[in-house]
Nanobody, 127 residues
Framework: QVQLEESGGGLVQAGGSLRLSCTVS????????VGWFRQPPGKEREFVAGIRFIRWSVGSTDYADSVKGRFTMSADGANNAVYLQMNGLNPEDTAVYYCAFSLTGVVSTLPSQYRHWGQGTQVTVSS
C-alpha cells in the first residue's frame, strides 16, 4: 500500500507564491510517477504537473500549459518527496491540490492512471 500526504496549502494574494510538499511512503517501486492535480470548485480534477522516478532517480517533468513558466515541480528521490513551487498565482489557481502515485512510471494527465491519492490541500488565491 502507498500513502501520500500533501502539505503547504493556504491563502495567498494574487501574484504571490506557495510551495506544496508531498511525501510518498509505503510499498513503492524502483520506477514510478507522481503527479500533481487540482480540482477547482465545481469543476473536474485536472492535471497540473508530473515527474518520473526511474530506478529511484528523478527523471523528467511535464506541466499543464496553464502553469508552464509559473509552477515548478521538483523531487527528492532519497526521501520520496515531491514539491510544487507555485509562483505568480492568480485566482484561477484556487483549488484543492492533490498528489497522486502511478506505478506505470509514466506521467499521465489522466487521473484514472493514478492508483493512490493524498487527501488534498486547499490553495486559495485572493484577487
Amino acid at each position: 500500500q502507498v500513502q501520500l500526504e500533501e502539505s503547504g496549502g493556504g491563502l495567498v494574494q494574487a501574484g504571490g507564491s506557495l510551495r506544496l510538499s508531498c511525501t510518498v511512503s509505503g510499498r513503492t517501486s524502483s520506477s514510478y510517477a507522481v503527479g500533481w492535480f487540482r480540482q477547482p470548485p465545481g469543476k473536474e480534477r485536472e492535471f497540473v504537473a508530473g515527474i518520473r522516478f526511474i530506478r529511484w532517480s528523478v527523471g523528467s517533468t511535464d506541466y499543464a500549459d496553464s502553469v508552464k513558466g509559473r509552477f515548478t515541480m521538483s523531487a527528492d528521490g532519497a526521501n520520496n518527496a515531491v514539491y510544487l513551487q507555485m509562483n505568480g498565482l492568480n485566482p484561477e489557481d484556487t483549488a484543492v491540490y492533490y498528489c497522486a502515485f502511478s506505478l506505470t512510471g509514466v506521467v499521465s494527465t489522466l487521473p484514472s492512471q493514478y492508483r493512490h491519492w493524498g487527501q488534498g490541500t486547499q490553495v486559495t488565491v485572493s484577487s
